[in-house]
């Protein structure tokens, strides 16, 4: 059984938002589409206190880019972003979630950062998506959304470390490329660890 990843769809990676991803409203239209290919449909949602580590504004003389430790990783440092019962936490307008059958939040702890929809950032805590996937009989998931180079990239990499065949549909997704080649780098750590990478329209067949 095959399944298709939603990764952190939300207002704040759309143009528009706190923490906006080039093109990140692009996703929409192709993920509805792609999602008519799936039984079975999950979705990530970044999901943060007020008080959250990963942000700037919370680390007195930091700026956004900046890189810090936290919880004894280096953390790169966010604009606020996907406070937990905002507006920017919302998923993006137009994205078709009537056959989601569950959402995983994440990055609900202030003390780490998770962008991965498996674990956080420090491979502590689970959030349970692992186990969700191989009780329902998956076997192959396929990632799309957004940030090809942060979220998509780690729940690709997690995945595929679980045992799951785990393909990224590129088209799919966009990518933040603080650094310019961030994305690109994202795409060949994903190919290396053996993450198929495809184009939805590669997805002719519904699956
Ligand atoms: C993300 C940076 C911070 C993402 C989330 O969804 O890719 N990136 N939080
Ligand atoms: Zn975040």
Same mark, same amino acid.
Not at 69 to 89: D, F, I, K, M, Y
Not at 121 to 138: D, E, I, P
């Given at each position: 059984?095959?399944?298709?990843?939603?990764?952190?769809?939300?207002?704040?990676?759309?143009?528009?938002?706190?923490?906006?991803?080039?093109?990140?409203?692009?996703?929409?239209?192709?993920?509805? =589409? /792609?999602?008519?290919?799936?039984?079975?449909?999950?979705?990530?949602?970044?999901?943060?206190?007020?008080?959250?580590?990963?942000?700037?504004?919370?680390?007195?003389?930091?700026?956004?880019?900046?890189?810090?430790?936290?919880?004894?990783?280096?953390?790169? /440092?966010?604009?606020?972003? #996907?406070?937990?019962?905002?507006?920017?936490?919302?998923?993006?307008?137009?994205?078709?979630?009537?056959?989601?059958?569950?959402?995983?939040?994440?990055? !609900?702890?202030?003390?780490?950062?998770?962008?991965?929809?498996?674990?956080?950032?420090?491979?502590?805590?689970? !959030?349970?998506?692992?186990?969700?996937?191989?009780?329902?009989?998956?076997?192959?998931?396929?990632?799309?959304? /957004?940030?090809?180079?942060? #979220?998509?990239?780690?729940?690709?990499?997690?995945?595929?470390?679980?045992?799951?065949?785990?393909? /990224?549909? =590129?088209? #799919? #997704?966009?990518?933040?490329?603080?650094?310019?080649?961030?994305?690109?780098?994202?795409?060949?750590?994903? =190919?290396?660890?053996?993450?198929?990478?495809?184009?939805?329209?590669?997805?002719?067949?519904?699956?």
């Amino acid at each position: 059984m095959e399944a298709l990843i939603v990764v952190d769809i939300q207002n704040d990676f759309i143009p528009g938002g706190a923490l906006a991803v080039p093109g990140g409203d692009e996703v929409v239209p192709l993920v509805n =589409r /792609l999602q008519t290919r799936f039984e079975s449909i999950v979705a990530t949602r970044d999901w943060h206190p007020p008080d959250h580590g990963s942000f700037a504004a919370n680390h007195p003389g930091k700026r956004v880019g900046d890189l810090i430790e936290l919880g004894g990783l280096e953390q790169t /440092l966010w604009p606020v972003h #996907c406070v937990q019962n905002t507006p920017g936490a919302d998923f993006a307008p137009g994205l078709n979630r009537d056959r989601w059958t569950k959402v995983v939040v994440k990055g !609900t702890d202030a003390d780490i950062d998770s962008y991965s929809g498996f674990y956080d950032n420090g491979h502590r805590m689970a !959030t349970g998506l692992g186990h969700y996937l191989k009780q329902r009989g998956v076997s192959a998931v396929f990632v799309a959304g /957004l940030a090809t180079d942060y #979220c998509v990239k780690f729940t690709a990499l997690d995945a595929r470390a679980l045992g799951f065949a785990t393909f /990224l549909v =590129r088209d #799919c #997704c966009r990518g933040v490329d603080l650094n310019p080649g961030d994305v690109e780098g994202a795409v060949d750590e994903m =190919r290396a660890v053996g993450v198929g990478i495809v184009d939805s329209a590669e997805l002719g067949k519904p699956r």
